[in-house]
């Protein structure tokens, strides 16, 4: 059965192959972190590389059995590719204009610029306290029909304990959220800047700081599921603004 991660991995599994060309496609993921996504993407027959700035991350990418690169982007040259990926990571890249000039540089005439982020700056006080509202409705119940509870292992260091332990849970977030050196709006207008086409799409992303908090344990993979769809159903319906932000350039 999946963990709870899984849950959150193969919602960005689904996008990225959704855009990508058809395998054995060069790819080129920026920010890998542990490979698990570069992993899939190897299984289904794509070439890819998996880049990250963290030594750790990179050892533990090549453990998976990934071809993974420690560099810093956009200091890093191999081309031409078909596809690069920024999965949460441009967020943090600097120079933001530097980061997305290069990798349209490194890309084949015909290749796909994908990336995942997030609008934090976006997030409205109403969209914060639906989440906060409804993840700890949803947490309760969970304990109320198990017999072990919700377990002592739930990350209380995590945003979302302290988001749904918070008596002012707006403060909380823009204290969580004052690190990010480029919002999805600054994201939004350098692409566009930069590639002639841009898709930009809303995307589930509160489920994810459930995710970050709870245990690496199959028991809690349908409330992991249930939240996200949850969310998703929210933004479909306009009761909820989505905070995922994703893009598709050409």
Not at 103 to 131: C, M, N, S, T, Y
Not at 173 to 191: G, S, V
Not at 208 to 218: D, E, G, Q, S
């Amino acid at each position: 059965m999946l963990l709870p991660d899984d849950i959150a991995l193969g919602n960005t599994y689904n996008f990225v192959v959704a855009h990508l060309p058809r395998a054995p496609a060069r790819v080129l993921e920026v920010g890998a972190g542990d490979g698990a996504l570069a992993e899939r993407l190897q299984q289904r027959g794509y070439e890819i590389t998996a880049l990250d700035s963290d030594t750790t991350a990179v050892t533990a990418a090549r453990a998976r059995g990934v071809r993974a690169v420690a560099a810093v982007w956009p200091e890093y040259n191999d081309a031409p590719l078909q596809a690069i990926l920024f999965t949460r990571s441009l967020h943090q890249i600097s120079p933001l204009k530097k980061a997305i000039l290069r990798a349209k540089q490194l890309l084949a005439l015909d290749g796909v610029l994908l990336i995942e982020d997030f609008a934090h700056a976006q997030a409205r006080p109403q969209d914060i306290e639906w989440w906060c509202r409804h993840a700890g409705d949803w947490l309760k119940s969970f304990a109320a029909s198990s017999e072990e509870g919700v377990s002592r292992e739930f990350r209380l260091d995590s945003t979302a304990a302290r988001l749904l332990t918070a008596k002012n849970p707006i403060e909380v977030w823009r204290e969580q959220h004052d690190r990010p050196r480029h919002d999805a709006d600054e994201i939004d207008a350098e692409l566009r800047l930069q590639f002639g086409n841009v898709r930009m799409e809303g995307a589930p992303y509160f489920f994810r700081y459930l995710a970050a908090a709870l245990p690496a344990n199959t028991r809690y993979t349908p409330l992991l599921r249930y939240a996200y769809e949850q969310e998703l159903m929210a933004m479909t319906s306009g009761k909820l603004g989505p905070l995922g932000r994703r893009w598709i350039c050409r």
